[in-house]
């Protein structure tokens, strides 16, 4: 006879709906490992043969076009996938105004960009990477086909497409490197990489669901509604864009891009693993939606299942991480990374409330309340910058890591205790710590 466990797992492993999406997950899971592996690895090379000083210029200049990414994007995202869950008749309709509206976003984003360089110290130079950077969000509007995958669970074609994007970018960034190459080329490649991966999408959408972009439409109507949904959410990105790159932009300006070269490696280590909470929050998404529509009860057990597993993954990272941090840096970065290795010791546990943060990210979405999204996010911002401000002239690139652990606490957790709207939600998040420890 089997046992209650072995046969719970019995019964899931034929439960057509957790085959499809642990199937799911495990594309999507394998897809961001493989880029995890080869794009640090790549990443580290290319910082070590750019040195901290040209590797914080271009950290910079990716940071100041990120701290606008979200003007592309436009919110859309999870509103598209829940559209496109509850209704995929209009596939076509949602897909070509998501797409318009995305890029639409994408080309504003360079008058905006122009006025915020007018308040820099940036030579010409160094604009000219942030314009050449920028231009990557105009390809990355293709990027509506990977959520359309999203909300049929069929994230395999969007990991093909990454993983031939991530092959041809490396490739050619081995090829930099050996030829040594200038830092405008790695700038390029931001761009270059952005229209592979969208060439990717075109291709396997075209090939896998016999559709063709031109069938795409663009309704003013469902723009305006989607907008109406989404505009808590753009808020929202931009608040998100500025406490996670507003640090390295602070430094720059308060130190130097030496110091910028330093912070970002570590970051680059510290946020290689956020690939895990987004990966699992988007190809759980779909179940999390269809439970609601079932039982409140098991939607709230799926989501408290959750919180609990996003912890345990997090803290399973950077425990060894932090024991570890001084020793990987000196291996993987060189000695010419120095302060780089306390750096991550304390920017490493921000990932734990990023997780967190993500997964009820979903639940917000959910339930509608993208307001509280904004809110919490404006929270964690005002307290990141507040605390730059204070810590990076006292501690220097270290400081900026406290400021960013701190931000992300009172962002993911501190601020549902003060709204009687996501109270609950807070002890959830409390429970499932205690269930982690």
Do not use: C
């Not at 199937?23 to 961001?32: L, Y």
């Not at 090829?175 to 991966?197: H, K, R, T």
């Not at 970051?267 to 079932?294: C, D, H, Q, T």
């Not at 803290?315 to 000196?330: H, K, Q, R």
């Amino acid at each position: 006879m089997l046992t209650p466990v072995r046969s719970k797992i019995h019964e899931l492993k034929n439960h057509a709906g957790f085959k499809r999406y642990a199937a799911n997950t495990s594309w999507m899971m394998g897809e961001k490992i493989l880029r995890m592996f080869v794009g640090l690895f790549v990443g580290i090379w290319v910082a070590r043969y750019l040195g901290p000083e040209q590797f914080g210029l271009f950290s910079y200049a990716q940071s100041l076009v990120f701290l606008f990414v979200a003007i592309a994007t436009l919110g859309l995202d999870g509103i598209l996938v829940r559209e496109l869950v509850k209704d995929e008749s209009r596939r076509d309709e949602l897909l070509g105004t998501a797409f318009g509206l995305k890029l639409i976003g994408a080309l504003l984003i360079l008058p905006v960009l122009w006025l915020t360089v007018q308040f820099t110290s940036n030579d010409s130079y160094t604009n000219l990477l942030v314009f050449i950077i920028a231009s990557a969000t105009i390809f990355q509007s293709f990027n509506v086909i990977d959520f359309y995958y999203q909300s049929k669970v069929q994230s395999k074609y969007v990991a093909w497409a990454n993983s031939l994007a991530l092959g041809v970018s490396s490739a050619i960034k081995v090829a930099l490197i050996l030829n040594q190459a200038p830092l405008m080329a790695f700038a390029i490649m931001v761009a270059f990489d952005a229209l592979v991966l969208a060439t990717g999408l075109v291709f396997f959408y075209k090939v896998s669901s016999r559709q063709k972009l031109f069938h795409w439409s663009f309704k003013t109507n469902t723009a305006k509604k989607l907008l109406k949904d989404s505009w808590p959410l753009i808020l929202s990105g931009l608040l998100v864009s500025v406490y996670m790159k507003i640090d390295q932009v602070m430094i720059k300006e308060m130190l130097d891009v030496e110091a910028v070269g330093q912070y970002a490696a570590a970051v680059r280590l510290s946020e290689a693993w956020y690939f895990i909470p987004m990966v699992i929050a988007n190809s759980l998404f779909p179940a999390i939606l269809n439970a609601k529509k079932i039982n409140k009860e098991i939607y709230l057990q799926r989501l408290q299942r959750l919180y609990t597993l996003m912890i345990w993954m997090a803290v399973g990272i950077a425990l060894p991480m932090t024991f570890l941090s001084e020793w990987l840096i000196t291996l993987l970065y060189g000695v010419a990374y120095s302060e780089t290795g306390g750096v991550l010791m304390v920017h490493i546990w921000a990932g734990v409330f990023v997780f967190l943060g993500v997964a009820s990210g979903k639940w917000l979405v959910a339930e509608g309340m993208t307001i509280i999204a904004m809110n919490r996010t404006l929270a964690g911002m005002v307290i990141n910058v507040l605390l730059n401000l204070l810590l990076i002239p006292l501690y220097g690139v270290l400081g900026a890591a406290m400021a960013t652990l701190v931000s992300q606490i009172v962002a993911a957790l501190l601020y549902d205790a003060f709204d009687r709207r996501t109270r609950f939600q807070f002890f959830l998040k409390l429970k499932a710590f205690v269930g982690t420890f």
